[in-house]
Structure formats: structure tokens, C-alpha cells
């Protein structure tokens, strides 16, 4: 290879050559970006032979997740490699450089090379998203909506102001023979109790007049005694804290598998970033050997 002249004549002297070839850039990172999502569709259709919905044939759900994840990684550094590859290949050789500026200026390219590619993949994945989410959105808020219109016809069509102070106004109105009131009507008595223990799910948990209420209303109901009454309540009450402590810690575990997600990510990108300008390196000077030893022959 060449090394630039250090002589007095070349002092000031501004090459009329640009240091940055977007054309290799360009093609490097579109070749990055075609690579990404032919591998990302054959994952794809790989991972769907892994699932299937009958039961006991399709893998586990880490299997998938893991599995998922690692192809990721392998498609960031294949397309990273062979973007960076090209990047290197393509570009002119710098006549009169001194090889330590040639080793910066084709890390620089792959560098950048992989920054456009991913800018423009995850453009592509960010649309897709969206996509999916405004479709998601959509169906939760017609089943948000469907929800609404049964809760209202199952509470005798109340208010939303109403069903927002629903239980303080049972509470104040609460009458002395709970039982007759329970056994003489029976929308009254379940809406009511589907309130109550609202309530208790919201400020985890109500408190024993509330029970003893609850008891009351179940025992004139059933025709159980007032202990076994209590001990359905209990039951009842306990199967709403489970319930919503397993819902808890399904967003608890998604959280921490979206946090592990987005730092995995972050670091396959910055070994595809690595990877990207190693290759856009090897490929430059690959080509000026090659050059150089055409010459040779000549």
C-alpha cells in the first residue's frame, strides 16, 4: 500500500478526493438490510413449525422465546458482517494515504454502513409495530366497550356516577334486616355484592364489617350456616387475592423480560456495529491486496 508523502510541498495542500464514498455506504447497508429480513422471515417460518395449536405439539414458551432471541442475535451479525464486507470491497482505493488513515476510513464506512441499515430495518419493524399495536388497541377497546354495555345491563343499567360511589352509597344505606333484603331482592343483593367486592379488590382487601355483611347476605341467600357462611367468604375473598396476585406477576415477568430484551439488544447491536466495521476493514484491505498483487503480476 501507499504511504502519504510527509514531504514540505504536500503541507496545506487539501486532497480533492472525499474521505467518506456513500455510494459503498449505501450499497453496504441496503445489502445489511435485504440480508436482516430474508433471515428474519426464514426465523419466522422456523419458529412456526415450533408451535402448534394442538396441545402437547408445540414447544414451551421459554423454548420459543430463547430460540427467538438467538436467531435475532445470529441475523444482527451475519447481515452486520456481510454488509460491512461489501462496504469494504466496494469502495476505491485511497492513493497516497498512509494505512493507519485507509484502516479509519473503512472502520468509519462499515460503521456506517451498519447505522443506516438499522435505521432503515428498524423503520420497517417500527410500521409493522404500529401496525399491530393500533390493531390491538382496536380490538380492546371494542372489547373494552362490549365489557362496559354487559357490566351496565348487569347492573340495571347504573350510571357511570352511580357505579363510582356505588359501594359508599350501599355502605350508608345498608337496612338492619339484611336478611329479608337479601331474600326479597335478588338483583339488589348481587349487585351489591359484586360492588362490595370490588372494592375489596381495589384497597386490597374490606374489612370485617364488610365481611360480617357479606356472611349475612350468603347465609340468607343459601340457607348456610352463619360459620359456613363466613368460611365461603373467606374462600371467596382468597381466590380474588390469588387471582390478582398472578395477574401482578404476569406483569411483573413481563417487565423484566422486556428490560432483558431491550439490553440484549442493545448489546447484539453494538457487536453488529463491531462486526460491521472488522468486516468493512478486512474487505477494503482484501481488495487493495488484491490490487497490489495484480500489479505485481503485471
Request: glycine share 10%; net charge negative; no cysteine.
Amino acid at each position: 500500500m501507499a504511504l502519504y508523502s510527509s514531504g514540505v510541498s504536500d503541507v496545506g495542500v487539501e486532497s480533492s478526493v472525499p474521505a467518506l464514498a456513500w455510494g459503498p455506504v449505501i450499497g453496504g447497508s441496503v445489502a445489511a438490510a435485504a440480508t436482516t429480513i430474508i433471515l428474519l422471515l426464514l426465523g419466522s417460518g422456523v419458529g412456526l413449525t415450533m408451535v402448534s395449536p394442538w396441545a402437547g405439539e408445540s414447544a414451551s414458551f421459554t423454548t420459543v422465546s430463547v430460540t427467538a432471541a438467538i436467531w435475532f442475535v445470529v441475523v444482527q451479525w451475519l447481515s452486520s458482517a456481510f454488509g460491512g464486507y461489501l462496504t469494504g470491497r466496494l469502495r476505491t482505493k485511497w492513493a497516497g494515504v498512509h494505512t493507519d488513515e485507509v484502516f479509519f476510513r473503512d472502520t468509519a464506512h462499515g460503521f456506517l454502513s451498519w447505522a443506516l441499515a438499522t435505521v432503515v430495518v428498524m423503520g420497517l419493524a417500527g410500521s409493522a409495530f404500529t401496525s399491530l399495536a393500533g390493531a390491538g388497541a382496536q380490538a380492546v377497546s371494542t372489547a373494552a366497550t362490549t365489557a362496559v354495555t354487559a357490566g351496565s345491563a348487569a347492573a340495571a343499567n347504573t350510571s357511570a356516577s352511580d357505579a363510582a360511589t356505588g359501594y359508599f352509597t350501599d355502605l350508608l344505606l345498608r337496612p338492619q334486616d339484611v336478611s329479608a333484603r337479601a331474600q326479597g331482592d335478588d338483583a339488589s343483593a348481587a349487585a351489591e355484592v359484586s360492588r362490595i367486592l370490588v372494592q375489596g379488590a381495589v384497597a386490597n382487601g374490606l374489612p370485617e364489617t364488610d365481611k360480617a355483611y357479606l356472611s349475612t347476605i350468603v347465609a340468607s341467600r343459601t340457607g348456610l350456616s352463619p360459620e359456613e357462611a363466613r368460611t365461603r367468604v373467606e374462600q371467596v375473598l382468597q381466590q380474588i387475592e390469588d387471582a390478582k396476585n398472578a395477574a401482578l406477576k404476569a406483569a411483573d415477568d413481563a417487565r423484566k423480560s422486556a428490560a432483558t430484551t431491550a439490553m440484549l439488544g442493545a448489546l447484539s447491536l453494538l457487536i453488529g456495529a463491531f462486526i460491521a466495521s472488522a468486516s468493512a476493514a478486512f474487505g477494503g484491505r482484501q481488495r487493495d491486496d488484491e490490487e497490489a498483487a495484480v500489479i505485481v503480476q503485471r
